[in-house]
């Protein structure tokens, strides 16, 4: 049996050796999506274009402009002279950002009468403004509570010392520096293994269909479940090459830190593979011609993507998607791929995600087997 | 360019498309699904946020900060907790996104006065939620904090307004007044489907002839590569506009998203872009002569640039130089520009002339590319 198994996965390889383009959607999108995620995918703001009117000029707006640009956060683009001008800024998009600062801030300040400056701020990038609002917020309450020890010092310098303040103290988890790039890294390998893996197999079942080899292969002394592994198998060694190829990409030139165990992600990979290769089989049974699973599998692997935890939330989502993503491995894994790489934490803790993956994968792998067996009498 | 032959293999076209099932599936589920899932599953604010609390001095004052985030929406307390490893325990199983530890000193200080910090724990694994997570945070203990000041002034006699708030930031946000998700995504979705189905069924077209051996029947006829090319083409055209008009439709009264330019510019934007999209994929088609090879290859070129750089999700300004570079290629980028332009701004022609010229150009060449390189082909 072992005997028949390996000579399968042999022409498997060979045949695979000799798709050009089988190789070029094998090796292509890894490259492409690693180097995207690692780069271009960010949800981070820094240097906000921002357009600033400065009636006051004083040295306090000045000090409080600076400490705009001082953040790193917003990065001054342009002073225009009158509203008109900055509201166009706005309207053509070059500024995401514009602060007009009214004549008589410094002399308000002084007083103690709250100066108020407006702030436009362009929402069509929701993320975006709602970060950067975030940022302005934060800005505002320490020069707010600066200056607001300064009126007090004018007046009761002795009690100065003692006004309560209370501060809150950041203390972020495993990504201190807030990079979208150690978020998207761990999840471009569950994202990749989900589309190479589902359509390899998908594929290397349907292509014998539609050339007519799988009725010779099934006049071959092979049995059903040698076959189905001798199809799963390579998809499964190429799913597992992938991982390992991004994990080391991602730790050595994207220095995303691995804290936790190898052993404990290999669980998890082999796991969410039994769910894939079980979901590639079922494709194939559903499918006449290689053209058929390359659209079907749109289908299938759109929504597994959007409703993963990948890059939205699944916390955002509204209930009925919530639900949803409980059948989804990929939710699973990638909590798996985040808890290893980020958290360092163990079998602990990823248990239930283990369990959630195994469960799956035996129901669509024994539905699968099942049809695809049903598909060969 | 003979028109009645033009017609003739368009209608041959139109008729292969239709007797088609899956073509016309994903001509017509595709963009529901998008948007379906995209328009619900895609939220990137936060709000709801699991917080953990470790209250170390149980004070009324404690308390009265507490309720101030069990009050604020983006916030509910899961859990009152007694030690750090709790916390952390639920932090790295992820049921808590923010824990919060208030200092055993914190009423004290409050009484007599100095500084004190709340200590705020964030998940920070995904940043985007950390960092929206601690700005509202920050939000709220400075919001507690200078009504605790104003208080302390009047109990020690000082007039309150020192401790009136010395600044305040009169927000105004346009475009998106209520910094919905939704509406920053759902404009985008109509070049990705486009993009998607356009891509898909286009990159069939000369691939079937080739692999069904038909090419050769077609090339013996008078039509020239011109016509073939215009007339196979024109069914997609059509089917595309409808796709783009049922997103557009379902943007607008479904998902409420405000539409606020006009339908004339959408319409000549829309036709520019299919052109590029279709040359693409009839090229790509006309180079690989087998179907799967084809929609492959014609996915991995549009549809990965479509979802990564065209600004569609991720900021294009936020991206490091050469890869920001690397967007202007991207002609998606231009025709996602100009859709949410005219879906939240309400732009013009005037403000939009430079995307429309870039979408004018790669029209241009690519309607050249394809007709010369499908003549080479069939020579």
Known sequence: MLGRIFHMIVKEFLQLRRDRYARIRLVAPPLIQMVMFGYAATFEVHHVATAVIDRDNSQESRDLVSRFTASGRFTVIARPRDEGELNELVERGRATIAIEIRSGFAEQLRKGVTAPVQLIVDGTNSNTALIALGYVNRIAAVFASDYGSDAIARLAPARLRVLPRIELEERPWYNPSFESRWFFVPGVIGSLMLVITVNLTAFAVVREREIGTLEQVMVSPIRPVEFILGKTLPSFLVGLAVAALITLVGILWFRVPFRGNPLVLLLGLSLFLICTLGMGLLISTLCKTQQQAFASSFFILTPGFTLSGFSFPIASMPPVMQWLTYVNPLRYLLVVLRGTFLKGVGLAVLWPQMLAMAAIGAIVLSVSVFRFRKSLD | ?379
């Open chain 2, 1 to 379: 360019m003979n028109l009645t032959r033009v017609g003739a293999i368009s209608r041959k076209e139109f008729l292969q498309v239709r007797r088609d099932p899956r073509s016309l599936l994903i001509a017509l589920f595709m963009p529901i699904m998008l948007l379906g899932l995209l328009g619900y599953g895609v939220r990137l604010d936060a709000k709801h946020v699991p917080v953990y609390v470790f209250d170390r001095d149980g004070s009324q004052d404690s308390q009265a900060l507490l309720k101030r985030f069990q009050a604020s929406e983006y916030f509910d307390i899961a859990r009152v907790v007694d030690d750090y490893a709790a916390i952390t325990e639920a932090v790295d199983a992820g049921r808590c996104k923010l824990a919060l530890v208030v200092p055993p000193d914190f009423g004290r200080r409050l009484r007599d006065g100095g500084r004190v910090s709340v200590q705020a724990i964030v998940d920070a694994t995904d940043d985007n939620t950390a960092n929206l997570a601690i700005g509202y945070a920050t939000a709220v203990v400075s919001g507690f904090s200078q009504d605790v000041q104003l208080e302390w002034m009047r109990r020690h006699g000082l007039p309150d307004r020192s401790a009136a708030p010395p600044l305040s930031i009169e927000f105004r946000t346009w475009y998106n007044e209520e910094l919905e998700s939704r509406n920053f995504i759902i404009p985008g979705v109509v070049a990705l489907v486009i993009t998607l189905v356009g891509a898909l069924l286009s990159s069939l077209t000369i691939a079937r002839e080739w692999e069904r051996g038909t090419m050769e029947q077609l090339v013996s006829t008078p039509v020239t590569a011109r016509e073939i090319m215009v007339g196979k083409l024109i069914p997609y055209f059509g089917i595309l506009l409808v796709d783009a008009a049922i997103c557009v439709a379902v943007g607008i009264a479904w998902f409420a998203v405000p539409f606020r330019g006009t339908v004339g510019t959408l319409f000549v934007a829309t036709a520019l872009f299919l052109t590029v999209v279709l040359g693409i994929g009839f090229m790509i088609s006309v180079a690989i002569p087998n179907q799967l090879g084809a929609s492959s290859i014609a996915i991995l070129v549009t549809l990965l640039p479509t979802n990564l750089l065209s600004g569609f999700a991720f900021p294009i300004d936020q991206m490091p130089a050469p890869i920001r570079a690397l967007t202007y290629l991207v002609w998606s980028r231009y025709y996602v520009t100009i859709l949410k332009a005219l879906f939240l701004k309400g732009s013009g022609l005037r403000d939009l002339a430079e995307p429309l010229l870039a979408l004018v150009v790669y029209a241009a060449v690519v309607g050249a590319c394809a007709t010369r390189v499908f003549r080479k082909t069939l020579r």
